[in-house]
């Protein structure tokens, strides 16, 4: 991490609304999705004398979901009171004091998560420093996994996870619900004995299913994430104990405090990383750093994120406890034409480069970036013309 910052005083926070159309519909416990939903922070800064931009992506989906937090409330949360406290707060130190000066409205987390990142986006650029070196990445390609959404039918899930492994991803996850989880994990082992496969239940089940987690236990799961209801670490814990496949809780890990209490009470093996979920990329290195201490593999999730949010994960993925394939696909794995200038792409060997260039390392493409906006407000200051 560095040690020395140059004073960066923010000028302007833009805010934008994007939809970009998915390749193909996503659906998990939750329903489906069509098109990728994002707001875009913006914030232009100066740092140490000399101008600078970052840019984040807020993850929060359409509907309230997956988390309490969701698009339209996390907009106004931006506009009317994170964007300004921040912006009219004053110079800022260290990139540190985004949280502290945040810290008094309680939850929204991904929407101070984009915050977090746009300052540190900018303050890095200037500093001509890469975020993944900034956090302590000791890679600089990561192995990559894919999250299948729930298809239709049985054979039309196999075709798209047997499309996905012929690209060379590394693990396959699948998403289940109630009435969708054994016969299509069965029949995907089967198609596919030798594939690292995971399941992802989005919280939809209750311990009265031990049963169909027993029945899931003899596949030789890498994991299952997210088996239970997102507030119930304890019977998360209850549940464990019963299995030898690992859980990994994503949904109910908010926090490095809530990563430790995971832990400590035996209701996880793994934790799913991401970003937004936990309040910004530095609260994500600290559930990094509280699960290495405890000898727990973590690996980085996804939302379906734009280019933008995605460069942040593929920095969170170089870090050292960072042992298993991710969520962190390709663009083309969600969209026709991504919001940066350079797709992330898929090598044959399952693996993506970590954005090496200052900040987040990608540069977003102006004219796909108008022909995405939905709608767009000056949250601080007086706006600057975005090129
Ligand atoms: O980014 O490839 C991706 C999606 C990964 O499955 C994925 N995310 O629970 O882990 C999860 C889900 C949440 C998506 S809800 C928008
Ligand atoms: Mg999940």
């Known amino acids: 991490m560095m040690s020395e910052w140059a004073t960066l005083t923010v000028r302007s926070i833009e805010l934008r609304e994007v939809a970009l159309p998915l390749v193909c519909p996503f659906r998990t416990s939750f329903g489906e999705e069509r098109d990728k939903r994002a707001i875009l922070v913006r914030v232009d800064a100066e740092v140490g004398g000399r101008d600078a931009a970052g840019w984040g992506e807020c ?87 894919v999250s299948v959404g729930i298809a239709p039918s049985v054979d039309a899930m196999l075709e798209e996870i047997q499309s996905y ?83 990994c809780l994503d949904e109910s890990i908010r926090s490095a405090r809530d990563a430790a209490a995971a832990i400590d009470l035996g209701a996880c093996r793994v934790i799913n990383i991401k970003p937004g979920r936990v309040g910004g ?15 727990v593999p973590v690996w980085i999730g996804g939302m ?31 969209f026709e034409r991504d919001l940066v200038t350079a797709p992330f792409v898929l090598a044959d060997d399952g693996t993506m480069p970590v954005p090496q260039g200052p900040g987040i390392g990608v540069e977003v493409d102006p004219d796909r970036l108008e022909e995405v906006t939905q709608r767009r407000s000056v949250a601080f200051g007086e706006g600057v013309a975005v090129s």
């Open 59 to 145: 993850v929060a989906s359409s509907e309230p979901r997956y988390s309490e937090e969701w698009l339209e409330p996390a907009w106004l949360t931006l506009h009317r009171h994170l964007c300004p406290s921040l912006g009219e707060g004053g110079p800022l130190a260290s990139p540190d004091d985004v949280q502290e000066r945040l810290r008094w409205a309680r939850g929204h987390r991904m929407a101070k998560a984009a915050v977090e990142a746009a300052v540190l986006d900018a303050w890095l650029r200037s500093a001509g420093a890469s975020l993944a070196a900034h956090l302590g990445g000791v890679r600089d390609r990561i192995p990559c996994g």
């Open 281 to 295: 990329p530095l609260e994500a290195k600290r559930v990094h750093d509280v699960a290495l201490a405890r000898d």
């Open 165 to 247: 492994v012929r690209r060379g991803y590394l693990r396959v996850k699948l998403k289940i619900e109630p009435g969708r989880d054994l016969d299509v994990v069965r029949a995907v082992r089967r198609a596919l004995p030798d594939t690292p496969l995971s399941v992802d239940a989005n919280a939809a089940y209750s311990l009265s299913d031990i049963p169909l987690f027993e029945a899931l236990d003899e596949f030789g799961l890498v994991m299952i994430e997210q088996p239970l209801d997102h507030e119930d670490l304890a019977d998360h814990a209850r549940l464990q104990s019963r299995l030898s496949t690992p859980i």
């Open 304 to 334: 379906l994120e734009t280019g933008i949010g995605r460069a942040v994960n593929l920095a969170l993925a170089a870090l050292p406890g960072v042992t298993m394939p991710g969520d962190t696909s390709a663009s083309d794995r969600y």
